[in-house]
């Protein structure tokens, strides 16, 4: 099985900073695009960022130049660098990943368990 285990949230001032981090495990042959996702109380999921394999980002306006996707395709571990919180940033927030299984065709897409971010003002 695969699965996907997230890490870095917090607590933090408006102004600061945080750190998420992601990592896949298990059976995987290969990972495609990664990303982050979040979800606020009484709103729907949005997408936060993406990457693909080859490093090409993509972002939500509303991070655009405070938020940093990155990854390490060695440790299969995608990461988001958040700076310049907002209060609006207060979500519980999701990564994603498109995996192929090891012996598997297809690539399935896996969600990790999320983990709380909330910025006071």
């Known amino acids: 099985q695969v699965q996907l285990v997230e890490s870095g949230g917090g607590l933090v001032q408006a102004g600061g900073s945080l750190r998420l981090s992601c990592a896949a495990s298990?059976?995987?042959?290969?990972?495609?695009?990664m990303g982050w996702y979040r979800q606020a109380p009484g709103k729907q999921r949005e997408q936060v960022a993406g990457?693909?394999?080859?490093?090409?980002?993509n972002y939500a306006d509303s991070v655009k130049g405070r938020f940093t996707i990155s990854r390490d395709n060695a440790k299969n571990t995608v990461y988001l660098q958040m700076n310049s919180l907002k209060p609006d940033d207060t979500a519980v927030y999701y990564c994603?990943?498109?995996?192929?299984?090891?012996?598997?065709?297809?690539?399935?897409?896996?969600w990790g368990q999320g983990t709380q971010v909330t910025v006071s003002s």
């Open positions: 994603n990943a498109d995996i192929r299984n090891s012996g598997g065709i297809y690539y399935t897409t896996y």
């Open positions: 990457i693909t394999s080859g490093g090409s980002t």
């Open positions: 298990g059976r995987i042959f290969s990972i495609n695009v």
